[in-house]
């Protein structure tokens, strides 16, 4: 089994930055891609941004410019570096990861508990 485990969420005021990380254990062999997902209350998730291992990644179209995404391989563990934030940038944000447990195993994919991000105007 897998645990991810998201961290550094918080209240910050319109133009701030937060830094979320997401660390993962467990039975892991390669976490395949990384990504963070964010739901505001009564929306659908949305895709914030996705790193592949070999670090290939890819921004929705509102946080372009202003989140930047990145892991550490040997750690297990990724971020979120949210600068210049918005009210409308407020909602749960979740890690995403597609995880192999072991060289013979297909990838399974894990979800973290989310960690609330609020941005007052």
């Known amino acids: 089994q897998v645990q991810l485990v998201e961290s550094g969420g918080g209240l910050v005021q319109a133009g701030g930055s937060l830094r979320l990380s997401c660390a993962a254990s467990g039975s892991i062999f390669r976490i395949n891609t990384m990504a963070w997902y964010r739901q505001a209350p009564g929306k659908q998730r949305e895709l914030v941004a996705s790193?592949?291992?070999?670090?290939?990644?890819n921004y929705a179209e509102p946080v372009k410019g202003r989140f930047t995404i990145s892991r550490d391989n040997g750690k297990n563990t990724g971020a979120l570096q949210m600068n210049s934030l918005k009210p409308e940038d407020t909602a749960v944000y979740l890690c995403n990861a597609a995880v192999v447990g072991a060289p013979w195993e297909s990838w399974r994919d894990y979800w973290g508990q989310g960690t609330q991000v609020t941005v007052s105007s």
């Open positions: 790193i592949t291992r070999g670090g290939s990644i």
